[in-house]
C-alpha cells in the first residue's frame, strides 16, 4: 500500500523540448500550404546553424558537447526563429539570427538557464531592426489566385539572394503591415479588409497557421508542460487591450479577433512568452508578466514603428522578471509577510 508523501518524477527536458517541437509541427504543416516549401528551408538552416553553434560553444568553453547539445533546446530555438522570419529571407539573414540567438543571447550569459532574454527573440529583434526591408518581404499567400514562386524558384531565391524580376507582382507584405500602412494613407478600415489578403478572421494562411498554433498551445497546456497564467494573461490582457480601442473607434482600431489571428500572437503566448528560463517563476508573477507583454504587443503593433510587436514585448518584460519575481514571492511558511 503506498503511503504519502507522493514526489512526483520531473519529466526530463529533452522529453519537455521534443513536445515543444510537436506541438509547434500543426503550425509549421499550415505555413508551408500558406507560403510554400520556403518556410521549411529556413526551419532547416537555423537548426543547422544552431545545433554547429551550440557544438562550438560547449566545445569553447570546456563543456561536454553530446548531453547539451542532444538536451533539444538550442533545437526549439532555432525552430521558433525560423518560424519568425520571412520564408524568402535570404539564407545569410536566418544563419547570422540563429548565430546571435545561441552564440550572444544564450552563451554569453552562460548558457540554457542563465540567459535573461529569449534566445529567439533577441535574433529576431536585431534582424528587424537591422534589416527592415528585408524582414518586411514575404511570398504571397499559395492559398490566392495570383502567380506564385514554385518551391524549385523559392528554393534559388533564398540561396541565390537574386529575386525574379516579377517578384513585386508575387511579394505580399503581411495582413498588419498592410492594415498599419494603409491607415496612415487614410484609408478606412472597411475597404482595408477588402482586400484579397484578407480572409474570414485574419490574413489568408496565416489564419489557419495561428489555428495551428493555438492546436498545439492546447497541448502544451493538456500536457503541463507549461503554465496557464502566461498564456491566459497574455491572450486575456492583449484581447481587452484591443477590445478597448475598437469599442472607442472601430472604424480605426482593427477588431479583436483580426489581432488575435495575426502575427505571432498565438504563437508567442503558448511557445515564446512561456519560456520557463526568461518568465517568472511564482503563479502571480506569471499572470503580471504575461499581462504587461499582451499589453505592450498590442500598443507596439499599433503605435509603435514594426507591424509585430512580440518579440520586443516579451525582451522588455525579460528585464522586470528579477523584480516581478523578488515582489511577488509568498511569504515564508510561519513568518507574516
Avoid at 480572409?199 to 496565416?206: D, K, L, N
Wanted: charged content about 10%; proline content about 9%.
Amino acid at each position: 500500500m503506498n503511503t504519502s508523501p507522493f514526489f512526483i518524477k520531473p519529466t526530463p527536458l529533452q522529453v519537455v523540448m521534443l513536445k515543444v517541437v510537436a506541438a509547434l509541427l500543426p503550425g509549421i504543416l499550415a505555413l508551408t500550404w500558406a507560403f510554400g516549401v520556403g518556410v521549411l528551408v529556413q526551419v532547416t538552416l537555423a537548426l543547422g546553424t544552431a545545433l554547429l553553434a551550440e557544438a562550438a560553444c560547449l566545445k569553447l568553453r570546456n563543456y561536454p558537447i553530446k548531453p547539451f547539445i542532444c538536451d533539444g533546446s538550442a533545437a526549439v530555438t532555432a525552430v521558433l526563429l525560423a518560424l519568425s522570419m520571412p520564408p524568402l529571407a535570404p539564407w545569410w539573414m536566418v544563419v547570422l539570427a540563429a548565430l546571435i540567438a545561441i552564440c550572444l543571447a544564450k552563451h554569453l550569459y552562460g548558457g540554457l538557464g542563465q540567459n535573461p532574454f529569449n534566445p529567439a527573440m533577441v535574433g529576431f529583434a536585431v534582424m528587424i531592426v537591422s534589416f527592415p526591408a528585408q524582414m518586411s518581404r514575404w511570398a504571397a499567400p499559395l492559398p490566392l489566385d495570383m502567380p506564385h514562386l514554385d518551391s524549385r524558384a523559392q528554393i534559388i531565391t533564398i540561396f541565390s539572394g537574386q529575386l525574379p524580376q516579377a517578384f513585386d507582382a508575387m511579394a505580399s507584405a503581411t495582413p498588419l503591415d498592410t492594415v498599419k500602412t494603409a491607415l496612415l494613407q487614410q484609408h478606412a478600415l472597411s475597404d482595408i479588409f477588402q482586400q484579397p489578403i484578407f480572409g474570414a478572421v485574419a490574413g489568408v494562411g496565416s489564419e489557419w497557421a495561428a489555428a495551428g498554433f493555438l492546436l498545439g498551445g492546447l497541448y502544451l497546456l493538456w500536457s503541463k508542460l507549461i503554465p496557464w497564467q502566461i498564456p491566459v494573461g497574455f491572450l486575456g490582457a492583449f484581447t481587452l487591450t484591443a477590445a478597448l480601442f475598437y469599442g472607442l473607434d472601430p472604424q480605426y482600431y482593427s477588431p479583436p479577433w483580426f489581432h488575435l489571428f495575426s502575427g505571432a500572437v498565438i504563437l508567442g503566448a503558448f511557445f515564446i512568452v512561456s519560456d520557463p528560463v526568461t518568465a517568472p517563476t511564482t503563479p502571480r508573477g506569471r499572470l503580471i508578466f504575461a499581462a504587461l507583454a499582451g499589453v505592450l504587443t498590442y500598443m507596439i503593433r499599433v503605435f509603435g514603428a514594426y507591424p509585430d510587436g512580440v518579440a520586443f514585448a516579451v525582451i522588455i518584460m525579460n528585464i522586470a522578471t528579477p523584480f516581478i519575481d523578488q515582489y511577488t514571492q509568498p511569504p515564508v511558511f510561519g513568518r507574516k509577510k
